[in-house]
């Protein structure tokens, strides 16, 4: 009997979570084409473009709303149980408020482990080709940065032409080891600047040891200055801000590459921010369903679901902003990143361990 038990709460579960999913993935597909066809409205594309886009981004999106997906179909299965006379039978054989509790959020414990190992390598790789595919026809390129295995590339329009910089390394707020091409505007080179280091705390950079190559009357004449001052449209929080985004890097990758990224200039606070922030999130499934458990189970009589619905809408609000101000502390530097990720989930599981032992005594 215990085994039928089980199969009916996981089958069921299981359904309640893909049904939900399917749900946020519709409302996520119209939302998201609407901004695509915006952007497409005046290039020379089909509909095909933004649709197959849209698909390729919408299951990004429902990663991030996991816990919320979560949240919602662990009340809409425990609400649909104790309403019927299932859960009532089930406690006739055995089966308790903490044990249904605990296979229900042990399953969300496992979803995530799923997702995180399974499905986020696959979602990080779409998004990859989403913003590789839709970079083509953006029409703002003028300036680009990229840090790659050969350090940092920046590109950027500057009076006559443009110029492109790259570096070998990059440690904190100082680069290394520079190389600045200046062209005009049909691509022809003007001159060449050699840089041993140089701060880009703010925008206008003083080049340390500088080496500058110029063509003059068809002769190559090298100039050696000390110290030589440029102004670039980029400093460091400008271009750490562009590789916040982890979305094309899949979890796996990250724990894998992490020592990599760290040479290749990428900030350490963030990696470590978004590694802890997809390793708390089979956790903070688990939490929320501990939630949801609280809210439908601590009785047996029947009740209107639009109460619950209200109730379960403002516990996820004030969960995504407790979430948001725990991560504006950590960016202020007012605790560490990795912790601000922890925190709703700690207090979180301390809320929720009070509730539990409550509904278990019903």
């Not at 940065?145 to 590109?155: D, E, P, R, Y």
């Not at 900030?267 to 903070?284: H, I, R, V």
Request: glycine share 4%; aromatic share 14%; charged share 15%.
């Amino acid at each position: 009997m215990d085994k039928v038990l089980f199969n009916y709460l996981f089958t069921g579960y299981s359904k309640t979570v893909l049904k939900v999913t399917l749900i946020f993935y519709c409302f996520g597909l119209i939302l998201n084409l609407f901004e695509e066809i915006e952007f497409f409205k005046n290039l020379n594309s089909s509909i095909i473009t933004p649709l197959s886009l849209t698909a390729l981004y919408v299951p990004n999106i429902i990663i991030k709303l996991l816990p919320f997906i979560i949240f919602i179909s662990s009340m809409w299965f425990l609400l649909n149980l104790r309403n019927s006379t299932d859960l009532l039978t089930m406690k006739v054989f055995g089966y308790s408020n903490f044990k249904i509790f605990f296979i229900v959020a042990l399953i969300s414990f496992f979803i995530g482990w799923i997702v995180l190992f399974a499905i986020n390598p696959i979602t990080s790789t779409m998004t990859r080709y989403y913003e590789q595919t839709k970079s083509k026809f953006s029409r703002d390129i003028d300036h680009l940065v990229s840090i790659n295995k050969n350090g940092l590339w920046i590109k950027e329009n500057v009076n006559g032409g443009y110029r492109v910089i790259t570096a070998d390394e990059t440690r904190d707020k100082i680069i290394k080891n520079i190389v600045i091409f200046n062209l005009d505007k049909n691509s022809n080179l003007i001159s060449q600047i050699y840089s041993k280091k140089t701060d880009i705390t703010e925008n206008k950079w003083n080049l340390q040891d500088v080496i500058i190559n110029k063509i003059e009357n068809g002769i190559n004449v090298q100039t050696y200055i000390k110290e030589y001052p440029i102004v670039s449209k980029y400093n460091y929080d400008k271009i750490t801000s562009l590789f916040k985004n982890f979305d094309t890097m899949s979890f796996v990758e990250l724990i894998l590459n992490y020592d990599d990224l760290l040479k290749k200039g990428y900030n350490k606070s963030y990696l470590d921010q978004n590694l802890n922030s997809m390793l708390s999130m089979p956790f903070f499934l688990f939490m929320m369903t501990s939630l949801a458990s609280i809210l439908t189970m601590n009785t047996l009589k029947k009740s209107n679901n639009f109460i619950f619905i209200i109730v379960g809408l403002i516990a996820c609000v004030a969960i995504y902003y407790f979430k948001d101000l725990s991560l504006a502390l950590g960016q202020t530097n007012r605790i560490s990143l990795s912790l601000a990720v922890w925190i709703p989930v700690v207090t979180l599981g301390l809320f929720t361990s009070i509730g539990i032992l409550q509904i278990n005594e019903k």
